[in-house]
C-alpha cells in the first residue's frame, strides 16, 4: 500500500463553520462519555437494589434510569413519612436529661453529702 499524505489546514485558514464542524464530533463524544460514565457509577451504587429486583440479567442503560428514579421515589415516600426533625424542645429536652444524669452520677461518687449537694438534688428533681 502506498502511503497516503494528508493535508490539514491550519486552524486560521478554517471558518467559524468548519471549526464548529470538526468539533462537534469530539463534544459529542465526551457528552456521551460523561452520560455513560453517570450510568455506571449509579448502577455501582444501587447494584444491590438492582439484583433484588432482577438478579443475574444485563441491566440496559434505561434499566438502570428506570430503576434509580423509582428507588429514589420510594426513598422520597420514606422520607415523608418520618418526621424530618426533632422539635427543638424534644432537643432541649434530651439535652437536659442527659446533664442531670451526668450531675447525678457526679454528685453521687462523693458519699460526703454536703448542704449544697443536697439543694442541688432537690432542685434538680422539681
Do not use: I, Y
Given at each position: 500500500m502506498a502511503p497516503s499524505t494528508?493535508?490539514?489546514e491550519p486552524d486560521n485558514?478554517?471558518?467559524?463553520?468548519?471549526?464548529?464542524?470538526?468539533?462537534?464530533?469530539?463534544?459529542?463524544?465526551?457528552r456521551r462519555d460523561r452520560i455513560n460514565s453517570s450510568i455506571?457509577?449509579?448502577?455501582?451504587l444501587?447494584?444491590?437494589?438492582?439484583?433484588?429486583?432482577?438478579?443475574?440479567s444485563k441491566l440496559e442503560k434505561?434499566?438502570?434510569?428506570?430503576?434509580?428514579v423509582s428507588y429514589l421515589k420510594q426513598q422520597s415516600?420514606?422520607?415523608?413519612r418520618r418526621p424530618?426533625?426533632?422539635?427543638?424542645q424534644f432537643d432541649f429536652r434530651e439535652g437536659y436529661s442527659r446533664c442531670l444524669?451526668?450531675?447525678?452520677?457526679?454528685?453521687s461518687l462523693h458519699k460526703v453529702r454536703t448542704d449544697t449537694q443536697t439543694k442541688l438534688l432537690s432542685h434538680f428533681q422539681k
Open positions: 494528508v493535508f490539514m485558514l478554517l471558518t467559524p463553520k468548519e471549526k464548529n464542524k470538526l468539533r462537534k464530533p469530539v463534544v459529542e463524544k465526551m455506571e457509577q449509579l448502577k455501582l444501587l447494584e444491590k437494589e438492582f439484583q433484588r429486583h432482577q438478579p443475574n434505561a434499566d438502570v434510569l428506570e430503576m434509580t415516600q420514606l422520607q415523608m424530618f426533625h426533632k422539635s427543638s444524669q451526668e450531675a447525678f452520677h457526679f454528685l
